[in-house]
C-alpha cells in the first residue's frame, strides 16, 4: 500500500534520470495514432535536476540551464512546468498554488534519453511535496501518462517491462550493476518523426515477436552483461538511422573498440554502448572521442532510481 507523501518544505529539489529501451518492440499504429509498445526500460544514472520553490498562488515559472537549455521551449510548453500545472488542477483546486521551477539539464534534449519525461516526473515529484498535497506515487504515475508516454518509467526508474503506449510499467527483475557508455549525436531527433518513418518503412515485428525477449530478461537476472549485450533490440533503430545516417558509423566503432553491444536509444539519436566493467567504460569513451563519431560521450550505470528527492 503506497503512503502519502510527507508535509514538505518551502523548496525541494528533485532529479529524474535518463533511460534507455533496452528492448523496444513496436507494433503498427493504433486507431488514437500511438504505437503499441513491448520494452524493457532501463534508469542510467544521467539526471535532470528540478528545483521547486513555493510562490504566491496563480505564479507558475520555469527556468531552464545546462545541456541543450537554449533548445527548451519556454513558459507552457515547458514539460516541467505542463506537470506543475496538471497536478495543481488535479490536486490543488480548492487551494490555489504557485511555484517557481529551475530545471538543470545534463540529459540531451530530442536525444531519445527522455530528458523531458524525466523533468515532468521530477516537477510532479517536486511539486507535490511544496504544495503538501496528499497524492500516491500511483496517482502520480497516473497523472504522468497523460503528460508522455515515457513520464511513469521517469517516476518509478530501475529496470521495468513497458506496455500500451509505454505508460504502463512493472517492474523487472534485475540483479548487479550495468556499465554504459552513452554518445549524444550532434543534433536531435523528433520523436513523431521517427515514428512516421517507422510506419513509411513498414516493417513491424511479426505479432509473436511483439514481446520482449526471455534471453534478454534472463540475462538481467543474471547480471550478465555479455548476455544482455547479445540481446540489445530497438525496432525503432533502422528509422533513426534513416533519418540520420551517420549514426550506423557511431554504431559500428562503438563494436569496434569492444562494446558488448550498442543501440540507438528509443527513437535517437543517442546511441548506448554496453561494456562489463568501469575501466572498459572509460577506454570506451576514450576511443569514441578520439575517433570523433559522436558529439560527446557520458558514463552512466543503470539501473538508476527515478525521481527521488535530493534536497
Ligand atoms: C520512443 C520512446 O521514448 C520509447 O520509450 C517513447 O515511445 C516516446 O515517448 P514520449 O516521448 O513520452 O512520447 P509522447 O509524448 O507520449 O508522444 C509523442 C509522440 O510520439 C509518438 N508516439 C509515442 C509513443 C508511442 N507509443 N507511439 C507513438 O506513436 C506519437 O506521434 C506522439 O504524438
Ligand atoms: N523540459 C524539457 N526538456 C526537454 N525537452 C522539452 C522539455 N519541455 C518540452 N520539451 C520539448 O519536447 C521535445 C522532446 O524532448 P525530449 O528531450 O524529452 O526528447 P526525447 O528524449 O527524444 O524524448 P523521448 O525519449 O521520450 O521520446 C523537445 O524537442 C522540446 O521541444
Redesign the pocket.
Known sequence: MASPIPPGPSSVRVRAPA?L?LA?RVGP?RKD?????A?V?HAISLFDEVQATLAEPGVFEVTTTGEGAELVPDGDDHLALRAARLLAERYAADEPVGVELAVRKSIPVAG?L?G??ADAAAALLACAVVWDLDVSPEALRELGAEL????PFALLGGTAI?SG??ESVVPAMARGTFHWVVAFAQHGLS??A??RRFDEIGDPPAPADFEVPDEMLNALLAADPARLGATLTND?QPAAIDLQPQLARTLEAGLEYGALGALVS??GPTVAFLVGSETAAVDLGVALSADGVCRTVRRATGPAPGARIIG
Open positions: 533511460k529501451n523496444l499504429p495514432g500511438f504505437h503499441p509498445l520494452t526500460y531519445g527522455a523531458g519525461s508522455g508516454s515515457d513520464v513497458g503506449r509505454g520523436t513523431p521517427v515514428y525503432l528509443g527513437s
